[in-house]
């Protein structure tokens, strides 16, 4: 099996197909590291995570130890957390705040900026060392509109270019409050023994929610005494955004803080919510705001990003170790402003569906973590990712998946990538906007 | 010269031994096993009788234990109506994490009774779950925060802070058992 070949794709036929060894063998794993992990821009964390000078956190992204922190000057930076002495690590803690790194081997001292300001017994170097060699290294790194990335590559386009169509789709989190958003305290931080792109495939199916997720749709129509709602039948598409990067977009079936109203949030919240939604409709206009509050996105940035815009907002990003594991790190977004009430729903939202004490998020972790012992038992040589491929993309096919896997092919065989948006939206074209059906306790099945 | 000595703060001092504080601590130890024994055995029914109708139980994440549900990311924050819905779903067939179940053991010690006032008990205790699944074996390690309540003669569970000591949840992919 050629490297080139391990990504069936015939529109004429009907067919996208996957080969399983894309998700086990240590040599595949080996290129996606050279070739997808040390070229494309991987995300890191938020700004809103460190909003003051000297405020720094690591983080591990590609199996690289890196930190990023606001300087002295409230400029964001981002460095490799090894000491350019002789490696420690310089930063030894998840979070906080300093006027200064030091290095706790040699006890080499760096200012906010990265720049080398001292270490022990200096007279020890000679007239020709050179302090600016020896200060913090930095990657390349960007951020827009508060989501911090870093690349590894000289080569690669700026990040702008590289999000592509997903900027948009940032912009519909990011402008649901004029305070800003911001991340709250508190992440979910667990390994799924499974390959990183079966999590990329799964945040993006909307096919799977129903069977697998039929305990919370239960728990939803329990709580206010109505029925499952209609998931297979509601309006939405999926659309390919560029660079591998797809989204799902549909009309919310559940609560949204912003700002869906749903009988889970209690009638007293029905006004506060409606007039989120009417100040964003003045903001922003009609089609956007009606987006931003109505309906739900699901999304990947290739490879490893994914932002759900779902019940609530979360940020999930999955760091591979091997060929089967992956470490997994989720937040929650909220408005900077946000609290009281407003917030408190929010973060209760959250949890009826995410995180590993959620009444989801736990069976999609069993899901993956059953492909990948399903691969190993052979006699099945592809996997089948074709729904839809023959209509117009829904919400619920399985376009969104074609194109991530569609660059994944381009990358890991060094091809020339040729975007292809099949019969959804192309890049840059605007969906029809209608509101979504108002979510009551009658909803029928 | 006299030495002074700071006075160990209530909350881990525990309660001066007297006929009545060993009564209480049996009484909070057997119920913290009763407690145990019952997830262990999956009878999830009995187990939340042992809670009153206003209780509320919470985890929070690893990264921030003193999480505080009202504005933190927390891994769980049920109030009485969600822990009965978290048994509707663990007796399903389709919590798939859990289905079929795994066979859990857990281990209560260091249980210090730290309040009494009026018909209301607090209380701390060391745990460990271990779970056995799929091939998995590692367990949960943590500590209990609880709050007990006498309602008509009888001991039972207003509040449970369950706070684990692990920096993520690597080995377990997910907090699917009740903790």
Same mark, same amino acid.
């Given at each position: 099996?050629?490297?080139?070949?391990?990504?069936?794709?015939?529109?004429?036929?009907?067919?996208?197909?996957?080969?399983?060894?894309?998700?086990?063998?240590?040599?595949?794993?080996? &290129?996606?590291?050279?070739?997808?992990? #040390?070229?494309?821009?991987?995300?890191?964390?938020?700004?809103?995570?460190?909003?003051?000078?000297?405020?720094?956190?690591?983080?591990?992204?590609?199996?690289? $130890?890196?930190?990023?922190?606001?300087?002295?000057?409230?400029?964001?930076?981002?460095?490799?957390?090894?000491?350019?002495?002789?490696?420690? &690590?310089?930063?030894?803690?998840?979070?906080?705040?300093?006027?200064?790194?030091?290095?706790?081997?040699?006890?080499?001292?760096?200012?906010?900026?990265?720049?080398?300001?001292?270490?022990?017994?200096?007279?020890?170097?000679?007239?020709?060392?050179?302090?600016?060699?020896?200060?913090?290294?930095?990657?390349?790194?960007? !951020?827009?509109?508060?989501?911090?990335?870093?690349?590894? !590559?000289?080569?690669?386009?700026?990040?702008?270019?590289?999000? $592509?169509?997903?900027?948009?789709?940032? #912009?519909?989190?990011?402008?649901?409050?004029?305070?800003?958003?911001?991340?709250?305290?508190?992440?979910?931080?667990?390994?799924?023994?499974?390959?990183?792109?079966?999590?990329?495939?799964?945040?993006?199916?909307?096919?799977?929610?129903?069977?697998?997720?039929?305990?919370?749709?239960?728990?939803?129509?329990?709580?206010?005494?109505?029925?499952?709602?209609?998931?297979?039948?509601?309006?939405?598409?999926? =659309?390919?955004?560029?660079?591998?990067?797809?989204?799902?977009?549909?009309?919310?079936?559940?609560? =949204?803080?912003?700002?869906?109203?749903?009988?889970?949030?209690?009638?007293? !919240?029905?006004?506060?919510?409606?007039?989120?939604?009417? #100040?964003?409709?003045?903001?922003?206009?009609?089609?956007?705001?009606?987006?931003?509050?109505?309906?739900?996105?699901?999304?990947?940035?290739?490879?490893?990003?994914?932002?759900?815009?779902?019940?609530?907002?979360?940020?999930?990003?999955?760091?591979?170790?091997?060929?089967?594991?992956?470490?997994?790190?989720?937040?929650?977004?909220?408005?900077?402003?946000?609290?009281?009430?407003?917030?408190?729903?929010?973060?209760?939202?959250?949890?009826?569906?995410?995180?590993?004490?959620?009444?989801?998020?736990?069976?999609?972790?069993?899901?993956?973590? !059953?492909?990948?012992?399903?691969?190993?038992?052979?006699?099945?040589?592809?996997?089948?990712?074709?729904?839809?491929?023959?209509? #117009?993309?829904?919400?619920?096919?399985?376009?969104?998946?074609?194109?991530?896997?569609?660059?994944?092919?381009?990358?890991?065989?060094?091809?020339?990538?040729?975007?292809?948006?099949?019969?959804?939206?192309?890049?840059?074209?605007?969906?029809?906007?209608?509101?979504?059906?108002?979510?009551?306790?009658?909803?029928?099945? | 010269?006299?030495?002074?000595? @700071?006075?160990?703060?209530?909350?881990?001092?525990?309660?001066?031994?007297?006929?009545?504080?060993?009564?209480?601590?049996?009484?909070?130890?057997?119920?913290?096993?009763?407690? @145990?024994?019952?997830?262990?055995?999956?009878?999830?029914?009995?187990?939340?009788?042992?809670?009153?109708?206003?209780?509320?139980?919470? /985890?929070?994440?690893?990264?921030?234990?003193?999480?505080?549900?009202?504005?933190?990311?927390?891994?769980?924050?049920?109030?009485?109506?969600?822990?009965?819905?978290?048994?509707?779903?663990?007796?399903?067939?389709?919590?798939?994490?859990?289905?079929?179940?795994?066979?859990?053991?857990?281990?209560?010690?260091?249980?210090?009774?730290?309040?009494?006032?009026?018909?209301?008990?607090?209380?701390?205790?060391?745990?460990? /779950?271990?779970?056995?699944?799929?091939?998995?074996?590692?367990?949960?390690?943590?500590?209990?925060?609880?709050?007990?309540?006498?309602?008509?003669?009888?001991?039972?569970?207003?509040?449970?802070?369950?706070?684990?000591?692990?920096?993520?949840?690597?080995?377990?992919?997910?907090?699917?058992?009740?903790?």
């Amino acid at each position: 099996m050629e490297i080139s070949e391990l990504v069936y794709d015939r529109p004429d036929l009907g067919k996208f197909r996957v080969h399983r060894s894309s998700m086990v063998m240590p040599e595949i794993y080996d &290129l996606e590291k050279q070739r997808i992990f #040390d070229t494309c821009w991987l995300y890191l964390g938020h700004e809103s995570e460190i909003p003051n000078a000297g405020d720094y956190v690591r983080r591990v992204v590609a199996e690289r $130890a890196l930190f990023f922190a606001r300087n002295r000057d409230g400029e964001l930076v981002v460095f490799h957390n090894t000491c350019p002495h002789r490696g420690a &690590l310089i930063c030894r803690t998840d979070h906080g705040n300093a006027q200064v790194f030091q290095c706790f081997y040699h006890a080499w001292s760096f200012n906010t900026s990265g720049e080398l300001i001292g270490m022990p017994d200096i007279d020890g170097y000679g007239p020709d060392f050179d302090r600016a060699e020896m200060s913090l290294r930095s990657p390349r790194f960007d !951020s827009y509109k508060g989501f911090i990335f870093v690349c590894f !590559s000289d080569e690669t386009g700026s990040l702008v270019d590289y999000l $592509a169509g997903a900027a948009e789709y940032l #912009d519909l989190v990011a402008d649901q409050s004029p305070a800003g958003m911001k991340v709250i305290p508190g992440s979910n931080r667990y390994t799924i023994k499974a390959n990183w792109k079966l999590l990329a495939e799964n945040s993006i199916d909307g096919y799977h929610a129903l069977p697998t997720h039929q305990t919370y749709f239960d728990y939803m129509a329990n709580e206010v005494g109505g029925n499952v709602p209609a998931i297979n039948n509601r309006h939405g598409f999926g =659309r390919a955004l560029g660079n591998g990067h797809g989204v799902m977009e549909n009309d919310a079936i559940y609560g =949204r803080p912003i700002a869906m109203w749903h009988p889970y949030f209690g009638e007293e !919240s029905r006004p506060e919510i409606q007039r989120i939604k009417d #100040d964003l409709i003045a903001l922003h206009g009609q089609d956007k705001a009606l987006r931003m509050c109505e309906k739900s996105r699901n999304m990947v940035i290739f490879p490893n990003l994914v932002i759900n815009d779902i019940m609530a907002v979360t940020i999930r990003v999955f760091q591979p170790t091997g060929p089967d594991s992956m470490d997994v790190t989720a937040w929650e977004m909220a408005p900077a402003d946000e609290a009281g009430s407003m917030l408190r729903r929010r973060l209760d939202s959250f949890l009826t569906f995410l995180g590993p004490g959620g009444f989801a998020t736990p069976d999609d972790t069993e899901a993956l973590e !059953s492909c990948q012992q399903g691969f190993r038992s052979g006699g099945v040589e592809w996997s089948d990712l074709s729904r839809g491929f023959h209509r #117009d993309p829904r919400g619920n096919d399985e376009l969104q998946m074609r194109s991530f896997w569609r660059r994944w092919q381009s990358l890991v065989a060094d091809l020339p990538h040729v975007e292809r948006y099949e019969r959804g939206l192309a890049l840059g074209e605007t969906p029809e906007v209608l509101p979504s059906p108002e979510l009551s306790v009658a909803a029928d099945n | 010269m006299t030495t002074q000595t @700071a006075p160990i703060p209530p909350a881990v001092s525990g309660l001066p031994a007297t006929a009545e504080s060993l009564l209480v601590q049996h009484e909070v130890e057997q119920l913290l096993y009763l407690e @145990a024994r019952l997830l262990d055995d999956w009878n999830l029914d009995e187990w939340l009788t042992l809670y009153t109708e206003d209780a509320r139980y919470v /985890v929070p994440t690893t990264d921030l234990p003193e999480g505080d549900p009202a504005s933190d990311l927390v891994f769980i924050d049920d109030d009485y109506n969600r822990m009965a819905a978290r048994i509707i779903r663990l007796k399903s067939r389709h919590a798939h994490r859990e289905y079929p179940w795994s066979r859990t053991r857990r281990f209560i010690s260091n249980v210090m009774v730290t309040a009494m006032a009026g018909n209301e008990i607090e209380a701390t205790a060391s745990v460990a /779950v271990w779970r056995f699944r799929a091939g998995e074996s590692s367990p949960y390690v943590g500590r209990y925060d609880v709050r007990l309540r006498r309602v008509d003669g009888t001991l039972r569970l207003c509040y449970k802070r369950a706070i684990l000591d692990l920096e993520e949840l690597s080995d377990h992919g997910a907090l699917s058992i009740i903790f």
